[in-house]
C-alpha cells in the first residue's frame, strides 16, 4: 500500500487513556507529510530526469551508430579512392612508357632516315666530284689538242678524240 502526504494528514488515532500528546503527534504527522510530499516531488523529478537522461542516451547511441556507419563508409570509401588512384597511376605510367617507346621509335625512324640521306648525299658529292674531274679532263684535252694541233688536223679527228677521252674519264652511271 501506498501511502500518500494526504494519507497522513488525515489519519486518525483513537484517544486513549494516557495516550501522546495529540498536538506533538499532530505536528509530527504533518512533518512526515510534508517530507513525503517533498520525497514524492524528488522522486518524480529525479524520475522525469532519469526519462530524460534515458532519451539522451538512445540518442547518443543513435548518433553514434551513424557515426560509426559513417565511418566505415568513409573507410570504404579512401580504400575505393585509393585503389582507383593506384589504378589511374599504373594507366598513366604505362601510356607514357608506350608513348616514349613510340617517340624513340620514331626518333629511331627519323635517324635512320637521315643517316641514309647523309650517305646518299656523300655518294652524290664523290659523284659529282668525279665528273667535274672527268669534265675539267675533257676540257685539259680539248685545250692541249688545241694548243698542241693548230692547223695540223682536221676538226672531225678532234671531236672523236675528245669525246673518247670523255667517254673515258665519266665511265660512272648516274644515279
Known amino acids: 500500500m501506498k501511502i500518500t502526504p494526504l494519507d497522513i494528514q488525515q489519519m486518525g488515532f483513537k484517544v486513549r487513556l494516557r495516550g501522546y500528546d495529540r498536538e506533538e503527534v499532530q505536528r509530527f504527522l504533518e512533518e512526515v507529510a510534508q517530507t513525503v510530499e517533498s520525497l514524492n516531488r524528488d522522486h518524480a523529478a529525479l524520475r522525469e530526469k ?5 532519451r539522451q542516451l538512445a ?3 543513435k548518433t553514434e551508430t551513424t557515426l560509426s556507419n559513417t565511418l566505415v563508409a568513409a573507410q570504404a570509401i579512401t580504400d575505393d579512392l585509393k585503389q582507383a588512384a593506384q589504378r589511374d597511376a599504373e594507366l ?3 601510356e607514357a612508357e608506350l608513348k616514349a617507346a613510340e617517340l624513340i621509335r620514331e626518333a629511331r625512324t627519323e635517324l635512320a632516315g637521315t643517316q641514309r640521306d647523309l650517305s646518299d648525299l656523300h655518294k652524290q658529292r664523290l659523284l ?3 665528273r667535274l674531274r672527268s669534265t675539267l679532263r675533257t676540257f685539259e684535252r680539248m ?10 688536223s682536221d676538226p672531225g679527228t678532234q671531236a672523236e678524240k675528245i669525246s673518247g677521252d670523255s667517254d673515258h674519264y665519266g665511265a660512272r652511271s648516274d644515279p
Request: aromatic content about 0%; glycine content about 12%.
Open 143 to 152: 685545250l692541249e689538242i688545241e694548243e698542241g694541233g693548230q692547223g695540223r
Open 128 to 130: 659529282m666530284i668525279e
Open 92 to 94: 598513366i605510367m604505362k
Open 50 to 54: 532519469l526519462s530524460l537522461t534515458e
Open 59 to 61: 540518442d547518443l547511441k
